[in-house]
């Protein structure tokens, strides 16, 4: 990672954006516009020098460790000095490294896109406010490959919300300085 990052700035958590979970029988809502926009924040985040994360799930019988389908997908292409974490649990504070990371860097602030909404995206929403970070949710920069993806995205903004985790639009989000709410 980055060693000059501002204690101020956020850091960019990017979800499981993995090959496999784009090669479901029911596609991934609006994955187009859901690369776009984790492009432009992380083109951002590199810009202002802030720190970028890339966290990649396995498990036994899916997103299998090494294998094509839990590589990150080929629109994603992470710098020598982005951080990539391997997680096997939904909160990607669990049982990973990521907690120390941001914390010898002096991150207090996180922004959080990927997949899967209702999965790893929410539980990783919970798991960094239980860690006392201030969460930003890129509203328009998560979502699923369930035939209910428009009202899980949706109902999971809402009670995030509700929990204190700050919703933005990926256009909103700027790094290099402290959020402003």
């Known amino acids: 990672m980055n060693g000059n990052t501002n204690p101020h700035?956020?850091?960019?958590?990017v979800i499981d954006v993995q090959q496999e979970l784009f090669k479901k029988s029911t596609p991934i809502f609006k994955a187009e516009e859901?690369?776009?926009?984790?492009?432009?924040?992380?083109?951002?985040?590199?810009?202002?020098?802030a720190p970028v994360v890339y966290v990649q799930h396995s498990a036994a019988k899916?997103?299998?460790?090494?294998?094509?389908g839990w590589q990150l997908h080929p629109d994603l292409r992470p710098l020598n000095?982005?951080?990539?974490?391997?997680?096997?649990?939904?909160?990607?504070?669990?049982?990973?490294?990521?907690?120390?990371?941001?914390?010898?860097q002096g991150v207090k602030d996180v922004v959080?896109?990927?997949?899967?909404?209702?999965?790893c995206v929410r539980a990783t929403c919970l798991g960094g406010l239980e860690l006392g970070y201030r969460v930003i949710l890129a509203k328009d920069a998560h979502s699923s490959y369930s035939k209910d993806a428009a009202c899980l995205i949706e109902e999971w903004n809402e009670k995030?919300?509700?929990?204190?985790v700050e919703l933005k639009l990926a256009s909103e989000i700027e790094f290099g300085k402290a959020q402003t709410v």
């Open 112 to 119: 959080i896109c990927g997949l899967v909404t209702h999965g």
């Open 34 to 49: 859901l690369l776009r926009n984790i492009q432009a924040l992380v083109e951002k985040a590199h810009r202002a020098g």
């Open 160 to 164: 995030l919300s509700e929990l204190m």
């Open 62 to 68: 899916q997103l299998v460790k090494g294998s094509p």
């Open 9 to 13: 700035d956020p850091a960019l958590l």
């Open 81 to 104: 000095k982005d951080t990539i974490v391997h997680k096997e649990h939904g909160n990607a504070f669990e049982a990973t490294p990521l907690h120390e990371i941001l914390k010898a």
